[in-house]
């Protein structure tokens, strides 16, 4: 166990400052206390695949943002927020190619947005911080699917409270389809060999009800970590193959998934879509924000735990006092699973080559640095009228990431892109990085080097976000914006709808 007493210092931002941290996370943060936690097993639940209305390619959602009540623990009644439901969201499937439109119902009390994360689209359809959808409001983004086949995922972008809507079960999957990757021989049966894996964390008060006090430097970091809104999960497997679509819906938690009996499994797709080949792994860390498919073989009636390892290196976080604990040493288990029946039928060999390689021409790129320390980017916070970063062209860009702090973990996501990781450096953490990707994790001292492909929607009145997808850290400013413009245009003098930097009239306390 830690001491009771620790000071966090914050290097390199000039701030020292000393914060006791209570008995209540100590314990959160005891692995031996996680294990195990949530009562008897139940079964994993399912989030709905929602297919929309359809005519032809064009698709139509609704999604009615709305408080209930749910039983993340057994037999404790907690309020929660949902969408079309009490406890996160459907799984909305789509095809590339696909006009969709989405009718955002916001059957709250406060003011949300919707961002659809991982999806190249115009800024105006994005749901970032400056598109709030009012309480008894209605927001109709549309926009056509460019992506290829990827799991991404949706979740409130509300400035100053992604973190604390997303914590009470504010986000769903998005499964995007598409011609290639349906012809490919891979498990794509939703809710039996074809899994969403929502992975989250909480705190609990006595009550039953969420724990939704920031914790000092850690914010909504859980001790009770959940699948698809539950505790103690258990999924029966009715084939000997199955495809887990992992999410890291966590606000600040790391994830290093390995199975109990540290038996290899195949990691088919990245955040952005499927990797040139599956890829052998016995381990693989999953950030805030971050998507991982995987493929995994089982024996008929085995019984085997999908875990999180603590990362050995504490992902290169300092294990002093003078460090906050990220629970980056913390083990638990996710979900226990048991193998088919004896004549579950024997999966073919997976495809070796899942889609051919594409690689970004990054000669004569434009590049870019961005250095991040505790809450800032390049010496900034979020400001909702202040462009960052000009884009006037369609080709990709270099985008030189630091993390800075020598203590802190960050991670880097940008909006309306995909990236690849050219290079990372700067930390002895290795972290599987294959593929294109949206969110990249950063632990202290790592410069990723990534190529990034915008999607290409001029507009020089609504911005794009860029930020760290440890939520707290987002919500306390650590973001910058962008613009797309056409060659030599300037952005709007008045970003969004002008409104938008005084939501916090709106509700919540936005700073
Ligand atoms: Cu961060």
């Given amino acids: 166990m830690p001491e009771l007493n620790r000071r966090t210092f914050f290097k390199g931002a000039g701030v020292l400052a000393a914060t006791v941290v209570g008995a209540q996370v100590l314990v959160a943060c005891s692995s031996d206390d996680v294990r195990g936690y949530g009562g008897e097993p139940r079964t994993l639940p399912i989030p709905p695949a929602d297919l929309g209305t359809r005519e032809g390619s064009s698709v139509h959602f609704a999604l009615e943002a709305q408080t209930g009540e749910s039983q993340i623990l057994p037999d404790v009644t907690t309020k929660t927020w949902g ?45 970032g911080p400056h598109s709030p959808i009012g309480p008894g409001q209605t927001w109709s983004p549309t926009w056509t699917v460019a992506n290829d086949a990827a799991t991404l995922w949706y979740h409130p972008h509300t400035h100053g409270l992604t973190g604390l809507h997303a914590y009470r079960g504010l986000a769903g999957m998005i499964i995007v389809e598409d011609e290639a990757t349906d012809k490919l021989d891979l498990p794509r049966e939703y ?5 969403p894996l929502v992975l989250m964390d909480h705190r609990f008060l ?99 735990t999908l875990e999180s390892v603590g990362f050995e290196d504490n992902y290169g976080v300092p294990d002093d006092e003078f460090v906050p604990d990220f629970g980056m040493s913390d083990s638990f288990q996710l979900l226990t699973i048991t193998g088919p029946s004896d004549d579950a039928a024997q999966a073919p060999a997976l495809p070796g080559v899942l889609v ?26 979020m400001d909702m009228q ?28 940008v909006h309306d892109a995909r990236f690849k990781v050219l290079k990372f450096e700067g930390t002895d953490v290795e972290l599987f990085n294959d593929g294109w990707k949206d969110t990249v994790g950063l632990p202290p001292g790592a410069t990723a080097t990534l190529a990034v492909e915008f999607g290409h929607y001029p507009d020089p009145q609504w911005p794009y976000m860029y930020h760290c997808h440890m939520l707290y850290h987002e919500d306390q400013g650590m973001m910058g914006q962008f613009v797309i413009v056409e060659p030599g245009d300037e952005p709007a003098a008045v970003l969004g709808s002008g409104t938008g930097s005084s939501i916090d009239s709106a509700g919540g306390h936005a700073h």
């Fill in 83 to 127: 969408f079309n439901g009490t406890h996160l969201g459907p799984t909305l499937v789509v095809k590339k190619g696909d006009d969709v439109h989405v009718d955002v119902i916001n059957n709250l009390d406060e003011m949300t947005t919707v961002h659809w994360h991982g999806m190249k689209l115009p800024a105006i359809a994005d749901g």
């Fill in 191 to 195: 809710g039996v060999d074809d899994i």
């Fill in 206 to 304: 006595e009550d039953g009800s969420l724990d939704e006090e920031d914790l000092p430097d850690l914010g909504l970091l859980g001790d009770t970590p959940t699948a698809n809104g539950i505790t103690n999960a258990h999924f029966d497997a009715t084939t000997r193959r199955v495809r887990f679509r992992v999410l890291n819906g966590s606000n600040m938690r790391f994830y290093n998934l390995a199975f109990s009996d540290t038996r290899t499994f195949q990691v088919i797709a990245s955040d952005s879509g499927l990797l040139d080949e599956p890829q052998d792994r016995t381990t693989l860390a999953i950030g805030p924000g971050e998507r991982w498919e995987i493929v995994v073989e089982l024996e008929p009636g085995e019984d085997v």
């Fill in 356 to 381: 051919k390689s594409t690689e970004p021409d990054v000669i004569d790129a434009t590049e870019r640095t961005f250095i991040m320390n505790t809450f800032s980017i390049n010496d900034l916070q």
């Fill in 386 to 413: 202040r462009v960052d970063v000009v884009i006037d062209h369609d080709q990709p860009e270099v985008w030189i990431v630091t993390n800075d702090n020598s203590d802190w973990p960050h991670n880097f996501h």
